[in-house]
């Protein structure tokens, strides 16, 4: 019997280091926003509107069959290059 499974790998933006979203540190509130804002404002300024989003979220499917969604079970990296 064919079965096919999907694989759906989201890439999401982080900051550096562990973050916790729903904690609010006394930096967080002390930080300046309006600055912080302008400076990823202007660096966006020279790329191309198509590029940007990318940069935070970026989601990829895959369609396996039977047998690659096994492999991808025992080693979820194989065959993945990180160059």
Known sequence: M?????LEVP??????GPYD???ITREDLERDLPYEIRQVLE???DREPEELPQEVYANFRFD????CHRRS???PMAGVSLS
Not at 11 to 16: I, L, P, S, T
Not at 64 to 67: A, K, S
């Open 43 to 45: 660096g966006c300024g």
């Open 21 to 23: 979203a729903l904690e």
């Open 73 to 75: 079970l025992k080693d």
């Open 64 to 67: 396996l069959c039977t047998d």
């Open 2 to 6: 064919w079965r096919a499974y999907t």
């Open 11 to 16: 890439q999401v933006h982080r900051e550096d």
